[in-house]
């Protein structure tokens, strides 16, 4: 039987922070991230008589599908859209990008059409500030992008190095709020002062000099030093903006108490809320958690390793799935 479904599984992931907001050399933002084994986007499409979108998420799934229709100049066919999983929500994880992601690679790869996730990411209004989520999109592990330039494609992603398979992240999210995002987070970037030269100057050096070196010895020591230290010159510029360093005073506790307990590189991911730190191994990532003690309460704490491969796009038959 022809393989007439498009299952897609996108990873979520952390952004470690921005290199240069100062632009003074043509070139603004920049940025570190990582992706995630999870949480993950799940969906999958399949032809049909009539178009439709089930699941969480589906009103702005729906409009990519629709304009990804449009793109690709198949909007006379029909397509069963079902969304399976979703990352939460303006956490700091990339949810828009990745489900943008997935809904263009289901379609083009069901209706045989090679995949194009940068040129995808901008057709979609995804990667303003950030290409390392379509880069996650096509493969895993730490990525460093090189920022946004003159024209409209996303930042070109010009480092990869795989994230140590024996260390954790500790995941640290308020259910309770939500980072900035939309018209907000827009009204935000205008409103903050100036980038220091010199911030940008060091974090591109901490990031070149000690982040990236830290991850390809895996000394998570110097690794940690750095994302630390980048999470506190640009969690200065944005605290006008979020009230703090971190967007959660809940998650901001949590992040001192686990630092405190020998956490590496404690931070937000974007405007958060979402808190992370690193830890060596599985098991001293439960001990830091254990430490939390009544540091949790009210909060969603995590464990989860790093993914150094990309998104997973599979074509099944409809036999299959349904045995």
Known sequence: MAANVVSVSAPA??????????????????????????????????????????????????????AMRSRLGIDQLHH???????????CGLGSGTQL???????LRTLEGMPLDPEGDAAFLGRGARSGVGAGFFLEGG???????????????????????TAWRVVLVFDPSTQGMHGGAEAEA????????????????????????PGLA??????????????QIRVG????????????????AAAMKRLTAAGAHGAGQSSWGPTGFAFAASQA???TLVGALGAHREGLDIRIVEGRNTGASVDRHSEMALTR
């Open 13 to 66: 992931r952390l952004h470690l922070g921005f290199l240069d907001m100062h632009g003074g050399l043509g070139r603004v933002f920049g940025g570190i991230g990582m992706a995630l084994a999870a949480p993950a986007t799940r969906i999958r499409i399949e032809p049909a008589d009539e178009t439709s979108v089930e699941g969480p998420d589906r009103t702005r799934a729906r409009w990519h599908l629709e």
């Open 80 to 90: 069963r859209l079902v969304i399976e999983e979703t990352i939460p929500h303006h």
């Open 100 to 106: 943008a992601l997935a809904v263009a690679a289901a």
């Open 142 to 164: 730490v990525l460093v992008d090189g920022g946004k330039g003159r024209n409209e494609l996303p930042p070109p992603v010009i480092a990869r190095l795989s994230f140590p």
């Open 189 to 212: 970037f205008k409103a903050l002062p100036p980038f220091p030269e010199r911030d940008a100057a060091d974090i591109c050096r901490l990031v070149l000099m000690q982040a990236l």
């Open 217 to 230: 010895e895996e000394d998570i020591v110097s690794f940690g030093q750095a994302i630390a230290e980048i």
């Open 236 to 251: 200065r510029h944005f605290q006008p903006a979020q009230g703090g360093i971190y967007a959660s005073p809940k998650v």
């Open 284 to 286: 001293e990532a439960e």
